[in-house]
């Protein structure tokens, strides 16, 4: 099945910032939440996990699982965008705010992606 623009979008935004994750992890350190076991090991870990996945999207026989695991991956990295939306009204930077608090309704067109990804195969 043809590659749709979603996937491809879906992929690039795993590309981009599962290469974050590995070469700046202190960024995502912040947002971790306290519930969450060794921090640096699971950022660095959701970083590789986002570039196979971003690859998996692009190939028709990975689309599926990487679609599923895309879906997974966001539904598990959910927490700590709502931590990070949380903490940001205790500061001052209305920028930081309008990002943290605008990022969580985009994962939603994420979830679709994720989804089409997987049911499309």
Same mark, same amino acid.
């Given at each position: 099945m043809a590659l749709t623009p979603s996937t491809k979008v879906l992929a690039g935004i795993f590309a981009v910032s599962g290469t974050v994750?590995?070469?700046k992890p202190e960024f995502y350190t912040q947002i971790m939440p306290s519930w969450v076991p060794a921090h640096r090991e699971v950022?660095? %870990?959701?970083g590789v996990a986002e570039l196979a996945l971003a690859v998996g999207l692009l190939a028709p026989?990975?689309? /599926?699982?990487? %679609?599923? %695991?895309?879906?997974?991956?966001?539904?598990?990295?959910?927490p700590a965008n709502v931590k990070m939306a949380v903490d940001?009204?205790?500061?001052r930077n209305t920028g930081l705010k309008a990002a943290a608090f605008g990022r969580l309704?985009?994962?939603?067109?994420?979830?679709?992606?994720?989804? /089409?990804?997987? /049911?499309? %195969?």
């Open positions: 994750h590995l070469v950022i660095l %870990g959701s026989q990975t689309r /599926r699982v990487a %679609g599923w %695991g895309s879906l997974a991956l966001l539904v598990g990295v959910y940001s009204t205790r500061t309704p985009l994962q939603w067109p994420m979830v679709k992606a994720a989804l /089409r990804a997987a /049911r499309e %195969g």
